[in-house]
């Protein structure tokens, strides 16, 4: 016996639910917002304290990590605060700001 159609059955109440739920947060969002936004601005455009408008930016993935993990002028290092994965979500994040 198939045993997939009872289990959809059984899903079909939670459809509706599931449909008007909420897009997950990205990661490294919550971790760009305590951090980042300070300076750069939820956009990216903010540019406070000398901060680079990150919507401008021209910097790969591995431009961007170095300077969260290492810092640079005014910007502080993170890479003693958050870890490599953390660092990792807040440039991902960080690359979706246009």
Known sequence: MNLRLPT???LLPFLPHLAAAKP????GQVL???????????????G??????LTKSNLN????????????GK???????LTPAQVQQ???YSLTLK
């Open 75 to 81: 910007m502080p290092a993170f890479g003693k605060m």
């Open 8 to 10: 959809l059955l059984l």
């Open 90 to 92: 807040v440039v991902a």
């Open 24 to 27: 997950p947060v990205l990661a």
């Open 61 to 72: 993935i591995f431009g961007r990590t170095y300077l969260v993990t290492k810092g640079l």
């Open 32 to 46: 760009f917002q305590k951090n980042c936004v300070r300076c750069h601005g939820a956009n990216g455009k903010l």
């Open 48 to 53: 406070l304290n000398g901060a680079h408008d």
